[in-house]
């Protein structure tokens, strides 16, 4: 198969095209992130309401824990466990966002500067940021041979630049979906106005 053909296994087919998209390298920065946004929110949406409440159960007892002044974080860790035994979502969702909730504990424990009274929607935006680590970011294999004969270097880079693009929209969706307790009514942002040029502007 051709370096231009390749469309890696490990990436689902919702993630195909921002990957050939970061591989073309014909888009800009926020162009790209636009359609990985895109394949992301589908995601959000098609898992559903379930891993949220979730995510939100979790980071209502990590204030919890937090507000007591508990900090035996054995406790706290099997606390989480605990709740995500009991969703009602699938074995993989309940570990996505069991991840979210263990790694804002691993931060707070070791000294992150973290917003406790926001726990729950930050818990929230952390579950948004495990499916797009899970299903896209990590999903890239590390090999030389990447579509369009792209080198793994350049891949990485414009991985990392577009997801520097796309975090403060995940912030926004678990604004919303801390209110909602659904994805349903979640959107892509708008697209950035580029202003007209006044040729008389500035002139004098």
Request: aromatic share 4%.
């Given at each position: 198969m051709a370096d231009g053909d390749i469309l890696h296994d490990r990436l689902s087919r919702l993630y195909q095209k921002?990957?050939?998209?970061?591989?073309?390298?014909?888009?800009?920065?926020?162009?790209?992130?636009?359609?990985?946004?895109?394949?992301?929110l589908r995601d959000i949406q098609k898992k559903g309401a379930a891993p949220?409440?979730?995510?939100?159960?979790?980071?209502?007892?990590?204030?919890?824990?937090?507000?007591?002044?508990?900090r035996d974080w054995g406790s706290v860790g099997k606390e989480?466990?605990?709740?995500?035994?009991?969703?009602?979502c699938s074995h993989y969702l309940?570990?996505?966002v069991l991840r979210a909730g263990k790694n804002i504990l691993h931060n707070i424990r070791y000294g992150s500067a973290i917003e406790t009274s926001k726990l729950v929607e930050l818990t929230v935006r952390q579950y948004i940021h495990e499916i797009y680590k899970s299903n896209f970011e990590q999903s890239i294999p590390l090999t030389t041979n990447h579509y369009n004969g792209v080198d793994n270097d350049?891949?990485?880079?414009?991985?990392?630049?577009v997801g520097l693009e796309i975090l403060p929209t995940f912030s926004k969706w678990a604004k919303?979906?801390?209110?909602?307790?659904?994805?349903?009514?979640?959107?892509?942002?708008?697209?950035?106005?580029?202003?007209?040029?006044?040729?008389?502007?500035n002139l004098l």
């Open positions: 921002p990957y050939k998209w970061l591989c073309q390298g014909k888009a800009d920065n926020n162009e790209c992130a636009r359609v990985l946004m895109s394949a992301i949220v409440i979730l995510a939100k159960q979790i980071g209502e007892s990590l204030k919890q824990s937090f507000d007591n002044g508990c989480l466990e605990r709740l995500a035994q009991q969703a009602s309940r570990e996505l350049t891949v990485i880079k414009r991985v990392q630049a919303q979906v801390n209110t909602d307790e659904d994805v349903a009514n979640l959107r892509l942002p708008r697209r950035q106005k580029v202003k007209e040029i006044d040729l008389g502007e």
